[in-house]
Every structure is written in C-alpha cells, then in structure tokens.
C-alpha cells in the first residue's frame, strides 16, 4: 500500500513539474519577443510610452483561423510594475480570443505585445472577461524611438496594443477581442491557488522562477516609471 502511495505522489509531482515547465516555456517565450521587440528602437515600442506604462501583455504566437471567417486566440502573460510605479512583478497568465473577419490565406502565428497605460486600464483586465474596446479603450499603438508621432486616440487610449508577424513589428488595435484571466495556469505556474490581484496589484506573491525571464527583461529595458496603484 505504501509502495503505491509512493508512486502515485511520484506521479503528481511529475505531472506538476510538466505543468510548470510548460507555462515556464511560455514565459520564456515571452520575454524574448520583448528582447527582441526593445532590441530594435526604430521598430519597436517608444521608450517613453513604455516607461509610462503600468502593465505589459505580452501572447507569444497568438492563432489566427484560416480562410475568411475564423475564431483567433492566444495565451499570454501580464506583468504590472508592484505599486503601479515600482519594479516590475510576477505575471499573471491569460487568455485572450476573439473573432477575425477577412481574408486569411491559410493559419498565422502573431506574437501580440500590448501596454497598459494607467491604472484604471490595469484594473479593468482583473475582470473574469473583458472585452476589449467596451471595458477598456484599446488602440493601436505607434512604433519608433518616440510617440511624437500618436495620434489623440492613441494618447488617451488606456492600452496600446501591437503585433510582430515574419519581422514586422506595427501598430494592430484588439478592438473586440476578450481577456481572461488564466486561473490555471497560474496555479500551475505559482504551484498552488493565487489571486490574480495579489499578484499584480498588492506585491504580496513573488516572482516564480518561470517568470524571472519576463519580468527580467522588462526591469531592463525600463525600470522605473507608471503610475502608483490607488489603495482600495
């Protein structure tokens, strides 16, 4: 009886251990599309826009469906600044899906890159769904060294959000799409139950060893800057 109790645990902790790798690789993944994203000035995100920034979102490959009319979706990771102006903290996984209209010849992997500009933004993504453009404004945002070249709507807009497809980094707005808070895959990640608040709001949850590759990337190419999180 021992013996099979011991297997058996054997077999969870493998099958945690999977789990955990797997979100760990998403991060992984993550953090390069924004070294490589940061790296390039002239095509990547305004430093100044993302030192602004409270919260960044960041889906590696998001899917996008075949010819005409298809379903697309991606899961991600957000990370917040702790305090909404402090160093950057642990991500909170999430899915984000909607519908894409038009013509699509044959399936795309895009990896999506999106900035959450004031704290009010950020608050909003804690939702259990919210859809993007009616609870949130979204944008497409501008891409170079500055902002000089935003537009009103970009600069009012609470995310600005991008897409990196075969090299090219520009502007994409997630009008319509839905977000998820990924309740799973953080307990996965994290190893047991964590409020996606906790995480990225209060700084009461650490960094996990899956997510130091996001967050460290992030602390270097802008380690201060936000806005402070109004207590609640």
Same mark, same amino acid.
């Given at each position: ?26 991060? *992984? ?40 009319? #298809? ?25 984000? #899906?909607?519908?894409?209209? #038009?013509?699509?010849?044959?399936? *795309? ?34 891409? #170079? ?73 992030? *602390? ?13």
């Amino acid at each position: 009886m021992r013996s099979l109790l011991a297997v058996f645990l054997v077999l969870c902790s493998g099958a945690l251990l999977a789990a955990q790798d797997k979100e760990a690789e998403r991060l *992984q993944k993550a953090a390069r599309v924004v070294e490589e994203v940061m790296g390039t000035p002239e095509q990547g995100i305004p430093q100044e826009l993302l030192n602004k920034a409270v919260c960044v979102g960041v889906i590696p490959s998001y899917k996008k469906g075949a010819l005409g009319i #298809g379903f697309s979706g991606g899961k991600g990771a957000l990370v917040c600044r702790r305090g909404g102006n402090g160093p950057w903290g642990g991500p909170s996984m999430f899915t984000l #899906g909607g519908v894409s209209i #038009g013509l699509q010849l044959g399936g *795309q992997a895009t990896d999506i890159v999106f900035i959450v500009m004031n704290p009010k933004g950020a608050e909003k993504l804690l939702q259990s769904r919210s859809e993007l453009g009616a609870e949130a404004s979204v944008a497409g945002g501008p891409v #170079g060294r500055t902002a000089q070249g935003a537009t009103d709507i970009q600069l009012h807009a609470e995310i600005l959000s991008y897409s990196r497809s075969r090299g090219l980094f520009a502007g994409l707005s997630l009008e319509g799409a839905v977000l998820k808070q990924s309740h799973g895959a953080n307990e996965k990640l994290y190893g047991r139950k964590v409020d996606p608040k906790d995480i990225l709001f209060t700084g009461s949850v650490g960094v996990p060893a899956g997510g130091r590759p996001l967050t460290g990337a992030l *602390q270097k190419f802008s380690p201060r800057g936000g806005q402070p999180f109004k207590e609640k």
